[in-house]
């Protein structure tokens, strides 16, 4: 049961350069975001969507497209890639509203992107 | 809006000590809480969380979690701490427009 998968695990990036970071659920989620983790910050969330065609933006969607064609794939899409976007990027589903019922937020092992 | 405050950053206890991780939440509505754990080069996985009914929630490995209405409060306690409870752990509450607020993250080390 592979659950949430994210690709590529590291990558280095030049400023200005783009990257798509790939994110595939096998559980049949509805729900499913995009978060990025900074040293003692916490999770920020930058997009999410609530089924196929339908995203919105989180708490610091700047710099960050997404798009949600199928029920199994979110990939968050950096057109250029900036130092600011140093950072770990998780992909999570859930099958209800923010994990808040008896299914709670899948978290993937994260994208490690540098960017210099 | 809502919002999390976790206390201390990091919080060091000796094997076989109790844990206490402190989380203090704001929320306009009645909230749903949630206790997540990252293990080194992971992603997060859920310890337990509450939603309604029994104020106190128990969880995966040992860990349990009390809602105080009054205090705000939702900590995350373990009678006695195993080597293999160091991590990071990440109170959340859940917003009501399909978001989950994380807090700041407080590093556990457990001492030998």
């Known amino acids: 049961n592979a659950g949430v998968t994210q690709t590529p695990k590291f990558r280095i990036l030049k400023i200005g350069q783009s990257m798509t970071l790939q994110c595939t659920q096998d559980?049949?989620?509805?729900?499913m975001y995009w978060y990025r983790q900074d040293p003692g910050m916490g999770l920020k969330l930058i997009y999410y969507s609530v089924g196929a065609g339908i995203t919105d933006k989180g708490e610091v969607p700047n710099g960050y497209n997404v798009s949600r064609s199928t029920t199994e794939d979110f990939p968050l899409r950096l057109e250029l890639a900036a130092p600011s976007q140093t950072s770990v990027y998780f992909c999570a589903s859930s099958g209800d509203r923010g994990g808040s019922g008896n299914q709670p937020q899948h978290f993937g092992d994260g994208t490690r992107l540098s960017i210099l | 809006a809502q919002s999390v405050t976790q206390l201390g950053s990091h919080v060091s206890v000796s094997e076989g000590a109790l844990v206490l991780l402190r989380c203090n939440y704001s929320?306009?509505?009645?909230?749903?809480l949630f206790w997540y754990v990252q293990y080194p080069n992971q992603g997060l996985q859920l310890l337990l969380k509450y939603t309604t009914g029994a104020t106190l929630v128990k969880g995966i490995n040992g860990f349990e979690a009390e809602f105080k209405k009054s205090e705000t409060s939702f900590h995350l306690t373990k009678p006695s701490a195993h080597m293999s409870d160091a991590a990071e752990y990440f109170c959340?509450?859940?917003?009501?427009?399909?978001?989950?607020?994380f807090g700041s993250g407080t590093r556990l080390l457990v001492r030998p």
């Open positions: 959340a509450v859940w917003d009501s427009s399909y978001k989950l607020i």
């Open positions: 929320s306009s509505v009645p909230p749903y």
């Open positions: 559980m049949n989620h509805n729900y």
